[in-house]
Structure formats: structure tokens, C-alpha cells
């Protein structure tokens, strides 16, 4: 058996992350083989990974990576439970590897991506970095999306509020330089306050302007002020409410927020093209929102605390 030194066990915790008590348990439990620690520590972190799975993770942030020259941009979503580990610089680090990792990466979804093995340590895949995370966080985490772009134009990213929102927007240009960057910049920041859904209305689907035109035409048959307005006459004025509602949720008909005159986003790039004597034109954009679309619990912080220190 082993001596299990002070050392041995600093060491290993300093390679895993994992807690004191467990470095020395799995140091024991494989009479100090530390690859064999390791890969003790791993299967425990899977168990502690299936333990916390049922937990709600609907905080945590979203992050950008840009490669390539601006050729090249992925981002993506991880959750965890709590804001005050997404705030966590541990946690932070390893999205920023995951972020660097998918940008490089084949995989075409997340099932995917999560079989793959883990960059930084071919030993292990993705799913099982991921469940080690947990272990040493201690909390359920959650690679929940990703999307990547490729393209001959530009790419820039954007994170607004310490990750609570990412954005991507990809340009075509046969342009460079810090006015076209800033730009594109200025888009991008456009998209995380106003919430754009789609480019143009070009790309709205036909099933949404009916939808949205039938609830229109409901609204106008029970309001008593159409009651003598003639047919083509309500038909117009609904195109018009149509039409106003389009360019709310169209990035490039929205009103540049940052523009003195009212110019919409479309003219803003037309006008920054033309002083840089280069073409510009917007192609697509990403905006995650970070746990959009998931429930989240109301946490008694102090609670939880205390209910782990009670060792339940």
C-alpha cells in the first residue's frame, strides 16, 4: 500500500479540481496511480454529473470566438443553475473553451459535439469534460446550442452584459479596416437591444404576415370605428399595421437606434459603404439570449447553502 503523502494529494487536487477529501480517497482507493486517480475522479464525476442533471440550469452566458481573420465565428449557450456561478471565472474559463473548441469543430449539433473527444485532453470526450465541470462547480450545467458561421465576407461578435447576450453578424464586403469593423459592431449591438427576428422582410414566411394580417383584420372587424369604412379602404390601413410590425422585427428596416435622423439600419451600412468607397451588405446574423425560452426556479440561495453544509 502506498504512502499517500500531503503532496499527492495537493498535486492530484491541482490536476483534477477536485475537492481535498476526494483526491485522497481516490489516491487510496488506486494506491497512488494517479492516472488511475484520475480516471477515479472522472467516474465519480460522472455519478455527481447524473445526481445534479434533474436541476433546472437556466442561468449562465453565452460567448463569441472570432478566427480567422474575421472568417470564421461560432457561439454558444451554456447554463448552469445559479447566476453566481455563471459569474464564476472557472466556469467562464471553460465556456471560453468550449466556445474555441465548436469553432474548429465538424460537429453539426450538440449531441454531436459532445462525443467528440475534448481538445485540451484527448483522454476524455466533450460529455465527460463536461461532467467533471460539474463535479467540481457543483452545479448542472448545460451546453444547451451553438451555430457557427464561415464565409468569404467578415464576421464580428458582440457580448453584451457580461454574456447575458451574444451576438454574430456576417457581412459580405470587399472591404477592411476599423470603420467597416465598427460598422458591423454597431449592427451587432443594434441586434442585442432591439431583438430583431428577421434580415429583411424578404425572409419572413408567408404563414407569419397571414397570421399576423387574419389577428389584424379580427382586430379591425371589432373595432366600432371601422363599422362605415369602406373594404379597401381597412385593406390598406392593415397593410400599413402589416407593414409597421415588419419593420420592427426586421433588422434592416428597424430604425438605427443610434441614428440622429431616423435612418434605418439598411441606410446606415449603405452610407458607411459609400464613405468607404467599398461594398457592404448584411447576409445573416445570431443572437442567443442566455436561458430564453426555459423555465427557471426561484432560488433560496442561502437555503441551499445551508442544506449542503448540512450535508443533505
Given at each position: 500500500?502506498?504512502?499517500?503523502?500531503?503532496?499527492?494529494?495537493?498535486?492530484?487536487?491541482?490536476?483534477?479540481?477536485?475537492?481535498?477529501?476526494?483526491?485522497?480517497?481516490?489516491?487510496?482507493?488506486?494506491?497512488?496511480?494517479?492516472?488511475?486517480?484520475?480516471?477515479?475522479?472522472?467516474?465519480?464525476?460522472?455519478?455527481?454529473?447524473?445526481?445534479?442533471?434533474?436541476?433546472?440550469?437556466?442561468?449562465?452566458?453565452?460567448?463569441?470566438?472570432?478566427?480567422?481573420?474575421?472568417?470564421?465565428?461560432?457561439?454558444?449557450e451554456v447554463?448552469?443553475?445559479?447566476?453566481?456561478?455563471?459569474?464564476?471565472?472557472?466556469?467562464?474559463?471553460?465556456?471560453?473553451?468550449?466556445?474555441?473548441?465548436?469553432?474548429?469543430?465538424?460537429?453539426?449539433?450538440?449531441?454531436?459535439?459532445?462525443?467528440?473527444?475534448?481538445?485540451?485532453?484527448?483522454?476524455?470526450?466533450?460529455?465527460?469534460?463536461?461532467?467533471?465541470?460539474i463535479a467540481?462547480?457543483?452545479?448542472?450545467?448545460?451546453?444547451?446550442?451553438?451555430?457557427?458561421?464561415?464565409?468569404?465576407?467578415?464576421?464580428?461578435?458582440?457580448?453584451?452584459?457580461?454574456?447575458?447576450?451574444?451576438?454574430?453578424?456576417?457581412?459580405?464586403?470587399?472591404?477592411?479596416?476599423?470603420?467597416?469593423?465598427?460598422?458591423?459592431?454597431?449592427?451587432?449591438?443594434?441586434?442585442?437591444?432591439?431583438?430583431?427576428?428577421?434580415?429583411?422582410?424578404?425572409?419572413?414566411p408567408q404563414?407569419?404576415?397571414?397570421?399576423?394580417?387574419?389577428?389584424?383584420?379580427?382586430?379591425?372587424?371589432?373595432?366600432?370605428?371601422?363599422?362605415?369604412?369602406?373594404?379597401?379602404?381597412?385593406?390598406?390601413?392593415?397593410?400599413?399595421?402589416?407593414?409597421?410590425?415588419?419593420?420592427?422585427?426586421?433588422?434592416?428596416?428597424?430604425?438605427?437606434?443610434?441614428?440622429?435622423?431616423?435612418?434605418?439600419?439598411?441606410?446606415?451600412?449603405?452610407?458607411?459603404?459609400?464613405?468607404?468607397?467599398?461594398?457592404?451588405?448584411?447576409?445573416?446574423?445570431?443572437?442567443?439570449?442566455?436561458?430564453?425560452?426555459?423555465?427557471?426556479?426561484?432560488?433560496?440561495?442561502?437555503?441551499?447553502?445551508?442544506?449542503?453544509?448540512?450535508?443533505?
Open positions: 500500500m502506498a504512502n499517500i503523502t500531503a503532496a499527492m494529494v495537493k498535486e492530484l487536487r491541482e490536476m483534477s479540481g477536485a475537492g481535498m477529501m476526494d483526491c485522497k480517497k481516490a489516491l487510496t482507493e488506486t494506491d497512488g496511480d494517479f492516472d488511475k486517480a484520475m480516471e477515479f475522479l472522472r467516474e465519480k464525476g460522472l455519478a455527481t454529473a447524473q445526481k445534479k442533471a434533474g436541476r433546472i440550469a437556466a442561468e449562465g452566458i453565452v460567448a463569441t470566438t472570432v478566427v480567422d481573420g474575421g472568417k470564421k465565428a461560432a457561439i454558444v447554463n448552469a443553475e445559479t447566476d453566481f456561478v455563471a459569474k464564476n471565472e472557472v466556469f467562464q474559463s471553460y465556456v471560453k473553451e468550449v466556445v474555441d473548441q465548436i469553432v474548429e469543430s465538424d460537429a453539426a449539433d450538440v449531441e454531436a459535439f459532445k462525443a467528440e473527444k475534448w481538445a485540451l485532453d484527448t483522454s476524455m470526450t466533450v460529455e465527460e469534460k463536461h461532467a467533471a465541470m467540481k462547480i457543483g452545479e448542472n450545467m448545460n451546453i444547451r446550442r451553438f451555430e457557427k458561421i464561415s464565409t468569404d465576407g467578415l464576421v464580428v461578435s458582440y457580448i453584451h452584459a457580461g454574456g447575458k447576450i451574444g451576438v454574430l453578424v456576417e457581412a459580405s464586403t470587399d472591404g477592411s479596416g476599423a470603420a467597416i469593423e465598427e460598422c458591423l459592431k454597431n449592427v451587432a449591438m443594434q441586434v442585442a437591444a432591439m431583438n430583431p427576428k428577421y434580415l429583411s422582410s424578404d425572409d419572413v404563414d407569419y404576415k397571414d397570421n399576423e394580417m387574419k389577428i389584424l383584420k379580427e382586430q379591425a372587424k371589432n373595432d366600432p370605428k371601422n363599422a362605415n369604412k369602406p373594404d379597401n379602404i381597412i385593406e390598406k390601413m392593415l397593410m400599413g399595421r402589416l407593414n409597421k410590425e415588419l419593420k420592427e422585427i426586421c433588422l434592416l428596416e428597424q430604425e438605427y437606434v443610434k441614428a440622429e435622423n431616423k435612418e434605418t439600419v439598411a441606410k446606415y451600412v449603405e452610407q458607411v459603404a459609400k464613405a468607404n468607397g467599398c461594398s457592404l451588405s448584411l447576409k445573416s446574423f445570431v443572437r442567443f439570449e442566455t436561458g430564453e425560452g426555459l423555465e427557471k426556479k426561484n432560488e433560496d440561495f442561502a437555503a441551499e447553502v445551508a442544506a449542503q453544509m448540512a450535508g443533505k
